[in-house]
């Protein structure tokens, strides 16, 4: 069902309109009046003839005309006759600010779960319960109990915390930031996050999509459908909460290292999502991407009249890994003829601190001319006879010109600059309080455009034997056994063309050695527990055994020493004797799947220190080839993988596709809910990856 009677309702019907101010009910029909809403204002109470000049009504059906749009501000015990009155009388948008539901307990969770039950019967679409409202500058709609509505603009918002909104929409105002839109949606009963970014791709007055969330309840459709939207419009989103690992036990690396900012940060990536920390990072790349053209690429000119806040631009630019743009001859030629001979004429141009508006403008032209420029920042410090003003008018003409090259604006200083910094906000030039700012919004720009330009996603998919894991993965299933086994797991890799080492099990010191006899010295010696995750941490590994007496003395001291280490009731059946593989680089391959985004891919240095390097990149699964090559280069073991001071490489397209096969593995079996490849070993280039050590979980999914 549409949202559109939220984003410009004809009639706004307020129940729980109050005449006592400082009362919601009141606050909300004050701000409708006062900002201007040109349609029909209905407040209903029962026990009012008029509010604000407006006359009251006993209930919806005495209005005598269905409202657009219904805001309930009533006792939380009366919002489900509201709602039922509501669908009775045919009204389709509603929005519920009324707290005291599901946040307080059962009792508020069974009540919500009332409202959307009434909601889904009648065809309503409900924003909220527990929620700020909703404010459309364009339509003048503030049907809110927020402040001062915002000016006009093309940025829509959209936040699961009232409270922030409120802040946001007082920042705003001091910023002259406009918007298209802005949204609380509270509890989200109804109308969740998904439906409003819908909503707001759709909505063709929203050039930029901003907003705050504390979780996404269905993450799956939520990146598909944020991918979609991120190819024409930019969306800036902050999430919180994320700090802290899940509760869960995780069986695996990858679960453990696999918290919810890795989930989302992923899940962002893939999306093309832009992350932000805080609600000014927020705002600084929020102006941007709404009043600026995208950069075609990541060279960076600096235009200051002074040298220090010129260097702390261009140390900026190195540490977000743009460039400073090399100014073409010709322009350098024509700074040269009009600024004065102790002027800079390199990037960053330095017009000198006696540099008055007209100086900056010639420079702001003629750089913005230059085919090696792509963004431009202009730094202005306030000197005795600095024009702050007149410097912001030549730089808002310089925006309004046919460059098609975003212009950003530092302007350092307080009452001096206040002047110029407003009239460059009147004329919808980004402006920052330091030059780092201003550059971190340039990468998130150059970001956002390089992940728009990405390939098309191409999935590549591997002949596989599907039969053979089915069935082991069915058996376990069938038995209620969660962990699979490392033979069984090695031939689940197996089925997806990994190369595992040879090896058997062995109950006593005699089969191990005959095994070893058969396998060929050396040979590795494995602890044989299900009940034992991490072997190393209890000596259940030994490597490098070269004859029959190390093999026995080894098997002999694991069977001793081990049972005092782990608790009474572990299982032991033996010991997995496998050939010992040549020498490479370990690497660790894994995957989490998380309940809202599915499978989390995880690549990283491998061996016993995994958790504690935690060296490590995260992607959602299903990965193609660049995706895949992408994990690898966002660690610090890609360096130590190509090779340095002398050492040989290894073979870096074999780890791309051992990830793409694993992706297709667990993408193919929902039932797979963590596993670890770990180690990897990998030698150099045209040599086979072996899989060396493996785990998994598995879980029944539910149809």
């Known amino acids: 069902m549409s949202l559109e009677g ?38 209903v109470n029962p026990k009012a003839d008029q509010i604000e000049g407006l006359r009251c009504y006993p209930n919806l059906a005495s209005i005598g005309q269905v409202p657009d749009l219904v805001v309930v501000v009533v006792p939380a015990k009366l919002v489900a006759g509201v709602l039922q009155e509501c669908g009775q009388v045919g009204v389709k948008s509603v929005v519920v600010i009324t707290a005291g539901f599901k946040e307080v307990g059962p009792e508020g969770a069974r009540m919500e779960q009332e409202l959307v039950q009434t909601a889904r019967l009648h065809g309503i ?37 009232g409270a922030l909104l409120a802040a946001i929409l007082d920042m705003a105002n001091a910023q002259q930031i406009g918007f298209s839109a802005l949204f609380s949606i509270g509890n989200k009963a109804d109308v969740d996050e998904l439906d409003m970014l819908k909503a707001l791709g759709e909505n063709d007055a929203t050039k930029v999509i901003a907003g705050y969330l504390e979780n996404i309840t269905n993450g799956v459709a939520f990146v598909r459908e944020a991918e979609r939207i991120s190819q024409t419009k930019p969306i800036l989103l902050m999430k919180s909460g994320g700090t802290a690992a899940g509760a869960k036990a995780a069986s695996s690396h990858t679960g453990g290292l696999a918290g919810e900012e890795a989930v989302y940060d992923s899940a962002f990536i893939r999306a093309g ?38 260097i702390m631009a261009a140390d900026a630019v190195e540490r977000q890994g743009l460039t400073f743009a090399q100014l073409d001859k010709r322009t350098e030629a024509s700074l040269a003829r009009t600024l004065p001979p102790a002027a800079n ?30 963004s431009a920042i202009v730094l202005l410090t306030p000197q005795a006879m600095t024009q702050a003003a007149e410097t912001a008018q030549a730089i808002a003409r310089a925006a309004s010109g046919r460059h098609g090259k975003p212009i950003l604006a530092c302007f350092l200083g307080a009452d001096s600059v206040a002047q110029g910094v407003k009239i460059l906000r009147e004329n919808r030039v980004p402006t920052y309080d330091s030059p780092e700012a201003a550059v971190r919004t340039i990468h998130a720009m150059v970001d956002y455009v390089r992940w728009r330009s990405r390939p098309r996603r191409v999935v590549r998919l591997f002949p596989v034997n ?11 299933i069938r038995r209620k056994i969660r962990e699979v086994g490392e033979m069984e797991a090695k031939e689940i890799l197996e089925a997806y063309g990994f190369v595992t080492p040879e090896g058997e099990l062995a109950a006593t010191a005699d089969q191990a050695v005959s095994i070893a006899d058969q396998l ?16 190393s941490d209890v000596g259940g590994v030994k490597v490098g055994l070269a004859s029959p007496e190390q093999v026995r003395d080894a098997f002999d001291l694991m069977m001793y020493r081990i049972p005092k280490k782990v608790p009474a009731d572990t299982e032991i ?7 010992m593989v040549r020498k490479g680089r370990e690497v660790i391959l894994g995957m989490s799947r998380d309940p809202q985004f599915g499978p989390l891919m995880m690549f990283g240095m491998g061996g016993i220190f995994v958790e504690v390097l935690k060296d490590v990149a995260f992607y959602l699964a299903p990965l193609t080839g660049d995706e895949a090559r992408e994990m690898l280069m966002s660690t610090r073991t890609y360096q130590m993988l190509k090779g ?15 990830l793409q096969r694993l992706s297709q593995l667990v993408t193919e079996f929902p039932q797979i809910q963590e596993m670890d490849i770990n180690p990897l070993v990998v030698g150099p280039p045209g040599t086979t990856p072996i899989a060396v050590d493996a785990r998994m979980s598995v879980e029944a999914v539910k149809k």
């Open 466 to 476: 599907r039969h053979r894991v089915e069935r082991i993965v069915d058996r376990h």
């Open 573 to 579: 059946l033996g010991v997995l004797v496998q050939q």
């Open 644 to 658: 340095v001071r002398g050492q040989e490489g290894v073979d870096i397209d074999a780890i791309a596709e051992a």
């Open 125 to 161: 679409r409900m924003i909220g319960p527990n929620c700020l409202g909703v404010m459309v500058p364009g339509h003048s709609l503030n049907a809110s109990f927020g402040g001062k509505l915002p000016r006009p603009g093309n940025i829509g918002y959209l936040s699961q915390s």
């Open 6 to 43: 939220f984003f410009s309702p004809q009639s706004v019907a307020v129940v729980g309109a109050s005449r006592d101010k400082g009362k919601v009910g009141y606050e909300i029909v004050v701000n409708l009046v006062r900002d201007g809403y040109a349609g029909k204002i209905f407040p």
């Open 520 to 535: 060929g010295y050396p040979v590795v010696l494995k602890i044989w527990s299900p009940d034992i995750i991490h072997k």
């Open 345 to 374: 004429i390199h990037n960053p141009v330095d017009v000198l601190g006696d540099a008055l508006a007209d100086r900056y403008e010639f420079a702001l032209q003629t750089v913005l001319g230059d085919p090696n420029v792509h």
């Open 273 to 310: 999502i832009v992350r932000c920390d805080s609600i000014t990072t927020q705002f600084d790349y929020a102006q941007a991407f709404a009043y600026q053209p995208l950069p075609a690429g990541p060279n960076v000119a600096v235009i200051t009249n002074a040298g220090g806040p010129g």
